[in-house]
């Protein structure tokens, strides 16, 4: 059997607008986007020990506030836009195109507009199979790591294993018991088992793959 493939994503995006500081205040955009910050700083650590390499899903306001961050994370891993209108904005930041979307938990994809868009794939929670076609755009689905628990997704012979989190959620900010440094000890477990079972590769270079074979 081929080597399994795993995709691993991460959403890089605000908290959500009711999210609350220490002094009890609601806090500033600037506030949530550290937050996001903070967390990154984590999941680079966890990704470079495992020699992963990923894709990110970005917002526009994430990337306008550290464009540099985002042209450091594209030299490695995939840049795709979390939100259908935020193509321009990270492409004319990292200089290439972007190839992936990933539309909030609430939000159905309008997968024909998202073709006439640019994308060549959305990545969501929508479908129960690794890849389906849905007017002319890819959907490729990707599980939540919480609570971790590890589905093997299958297209013909070759096992996919696909799992997103926010980076948010391994901050120090006390969101939820199930976040910060608990869900960042359950991640270097299950990362450091899964590199012992297949090869790491963007929702991209895996579609690619597919549409080639």
């Not at 550290?34 to 990110?56: E, H, N, P, W």
């Not at 492409?91 to 290439?96: A, L, N, P, V």
């Not at 790591?145 to 297209?155: A, C, D, G, S």
């Not at 696909?162 to 900010?173: G, I, M, P």
Request: glycine share 8%; hydrophobic share 40%; with cysteine.
């Amino acid at each position: 059997m081929n080597t399994p493939r795993i995709l691993i994503s991460i959403d890089l995006e605000e908290l959500k607008l009711s999210a609350n500081n220490n002094n009890g205040q609601e806090m500033s955009l600037e506030e949530r986007q550290q937050i996001s910050l903070d967390g990154l700083g984590k999941t680079i650590t966890l990704l470079d020990k495992y020699q992963v390499r990923a894709t990110f899903f970005i917002t526009a306001s994430w990337a306008q506030a550290y464009p540099e961050v985002v042209r450091q994370l594209a030299l490695k891993h995939e840049v795709a836009s979390h939100g259908a209108l935020d193509k321009e904005v990270l492409e004319q930041i990292i200089g290439d195109r972007l190839y992936g979307c990933r539309m909030g938990a609430s939000i159905k994809p309008d997968y024909s507009s998202l073709r006439a868009a640019g994308y060549l794939y959305h990545s969501g929670g929508q479908q129960v199979r690794p890849m389906t076609i849905e007017g002319d755009c890819y959907e490729i689905y990707a599980e939540s790591v919480r609570p971790l628990w590890i589905t093997k997704l299958f297209l013909g012979r070759q096992p996919v294993i696909s799992l997103h989190f926010r980076s948010w959620e391994l901050s120090v900010h006390p969101i939820s018991r199930a976040t910060g440094p608990r869900l960042a000890d359950r991640l270097d477990s299950v990362l450091g088992y899964l590199q012992r079972k297949g090869q790491f590769i963007p929702h991209i270079e895996w579609l690619q793959e597919q549409l080639t074979d």
